[in-house]
């Protein structure tokens, strides 16, 4: 289950938004089973199954329909793709959430093959050292890569300060008075800002200002982790999916990366017709990504 724990590591955050709940939530599916994390920044959830355990639901939740259990994720795949997308359009299936005791129940209603089909993710409180391997420590490596900008920013002013100095004493003069800075103080302007910008800047609300800004940031400090992690264990240089996409510069939520599956699952049937039979699953193919300096930490 190492592909399901790396993968899930590697996907960013979505919102969610399901009745009156707002949730902060992540998902991971191969052929070999899925895993979900969930949050309402008060408390962590987590699912991980593999095939026999979807297999064994799918009987309890979906009498009408047979097929094998990769047929099943491939659909969860389809459904859980728009709702982490954009929870407002969540495409043809109806979710919702209850809480029982201390852990959290995600419903799925939808259709597959013209019959109804219904999932429940059972989701279980986290364990301390998942929380701190998709919480912790990703946001202290954000927290640190975000004081290291600063600093090389803070250089960079002082530079231009000093270029814009030498054409002064050069005779150089400003066509527009309204241009016109002063020397960058860094003691000054972290002080002003803690007094004028930090309320606002670190209110935290729902949870939606950090999915919608900073994931490209997490899902760079989760590839590093997950780089070293594997260097130290003399594996070389990480193998992901190759398709996760990073978020571009317009502050657009990043696209899901795609199913790492090599052809889409047959289809179930009703119970009444010959059962569905599939060919050997072939597991997902891995490619090597050949490691690479990265040069910014929003590009």
């Not at 803690?194 to 800004?213: H, I, Q, W, Y």
Request: with cysteine; proline share 8%; aromatic share 6%.
């Amino acid at each position: 289950m190492e592909e399901l724990e790396q993968g899930l590591l590697m996907q960013p955050w979505a919102w969610l938004q399901l009745s009156e709940d707002s949730l902060l939530a992540k998902a991971y599916i191969t052929k070999q089973g899925y895993a979900l994390l969930v949050s309402d920044l008060q408390q962590v959830w987590h699912e991980q199954v593999d095939t026999s355990v979807v297999s064994q639901r799918a009987k309890e939740l979906n009498k009408r329909l047979t097929a094998p259990p990769a047929a099943f994720l491939c659909h969860l795949d389809e459904l859980l793709r728009p709702l982490l997308k954009d929870s407002a359009c969540p495409g043809k299936a109806t979710f919702s959430c209850d809480r029982v005791a201390e852990a959290l129940i995600l419903q799925v209603r939808s259709e597959l093959s013209g019959l109804p089909f219904y999932w429940s993710f059972h989701c279980t409180l986290a364990t301390p050292s998942l929380v701190s391997q998709h919480w912790i420590r990703p946001l202290m490596g954000m927290s640190l890569a975000l004081q290291c900008q600063v600093r090389e920013l803070a250089t960079l002013l002082r530079m231009k300060d000093l270029e814009i100095q030498d054409y002064q004493e050069s005779g150089a003069l400003l066509s527009r008075d309204r241009l016109k800075t002063e020397p960058f103080e860094e003691n000054s302007f972290l002080e002003q800002f803690m007094v004028e910008k930090l309320p606002e800047a670190c209110s935290v609300g729902d949870g939606r200002p950090f999915v919608t800004n900073l994931q490209s940031l997490y899902m760079a400090v989760t590839r590093q982790e997950i780089q070293v992690g594997q260097e130290h264990k003399g594996t070389g240089d990480p193998q992901t999916s190759g398709s996760i996409s990073w978020q571009g510069a317009d502050g657009q939520l990043p696209k899901q990366p795609e199913e790492p599956v090599s052809s889409p699952p047959p289809l179930p049937v009703p119970e009444k017709e010959p059962t569905v039979t599939s060919g050997p699953v072939q597991r997902p193919q891995l490619l090597k990504v050949k490691r690479k300096k990265l040069r910014g930490l929003f590009s």
